[in-house]
């Protein structure tokens, strides 16, 4: 089980997601033209002002976001200086075809409310709301449009899942246009054999961060509820939440009370 088993492969979905339930008193906010966020409610306007400013890029299929997801992104945020971070749930993961993945608007739901309470954070459904299969290039692209030069991009991703970045659609474009924050567990060591392989695939501009070790994903995060226990201290109350409302990831004849994470 890794904490990084989602962070990869940025694809797209069928369809424009519809309205997130369970988030009351949220909205995002229209731009200044009337014309709402490309990006994010919270960072549309990152950058504008001219001054250089640093943005994270955390993608995944978050089926459901963890509380391992949010801690890698916040130590990220910390050690290199991003003044923002924005998460962007995938659409339909190419690389999961082969199983079912629950609905997109749910996924992104789930995120914006673990999100919410950190002001430096927020989510874009960017991927999910453009039709048809999309890579990370096509997302990276996207960004690098949408904001100016003086906002630097930092993919970050999972440092064992790097070295197969020379397989990613247009890997030498991704690499042109952001740089990349591979996260480590302690006690993994990246050699020197492990850059000079790397350094062998291409151009990659890499930063290694070791980041807090937690034992958690979402498909054990699943197998719980399936079975029927709790999520509480895996992932945000509000996410075990709308997980409970929902009745997502429940299996037959599990306790439905056993999901729910009381206040």
Not at 106 to 111: E, F, P, Q, S, Y
Not at 213 to 228: K, N, P, Q, Y
Request: aromatic share 10%; charged share 20%; net charge negative.
């Amino acid at each position: 089980m890794r904490v990084f088993d989602e962070i990869r492969g940025l694809v797209e979905a069928d369809g424009p997601a519809a309205p997130p339930d369970g988030l009351a008193g949220w909205a995002p906010e229209a731009a200044s033209d009337g014309v709402p966020p490309v990006v994010s409610a919270r960072f549309d306007d990152l950058g504008a002002d001219g001054a250089p400013a640093r943005l994270g890029i955390m993608g995944g299929t978050f089926d459901p976001i963890h509380i391992g997801h949010l801690a890698c992104a916040e130590q990220a945020r910390e050690a290199f200086g991003l003044d923002a971070v924005v998460f962007i749930p995938t659409g339909v993961p190419a690389f999961k075809r082969d199983r079912a993945v629950t609905p997109a608007p749910d996924r992104l739901a789930m995120c914006r409310l673990a999100v919410l309470p950190n002001r430096h954070f927020d989510v874009s459904s960017l991927e999910i709301d453009r039709p048809g299969v999309t890579y990370a290039v096509d997302t990276v692209r996207a960004l690098r449009a949408h904001f100016p030069a003086n906002v630097e991009l930092f993919f970050i991703t999972g440092a064992d899942s790097i070295l197969s970045i020379a397989r990613w659609r247009e890997s030498a474009a991704v690499a042109s246009l952001t740089r990349f924050i591979a996260v480590t567990r302690p006690g993994y060591v990246v050699t020197d054999a492990f850059k000079a392989e790397l350094a062998s695939l291409g151009d990659y501009d890499v930063s290694y961060l070791e980041v807090t070790a937690l034992a958690i994903s979402s498909s054990a995060l699943r197998e719980r509820v399936h079975d029927g226990f709790s999520l509480r201290y895996l992932t945000t109350l509000p996410v075990c939440d709308y997980i409970y409302r929902h009745g997502l990831y429940r299996g037959p004849g599990a306790a439905p009370f056993a999901t729910a994470c009381p206040q």
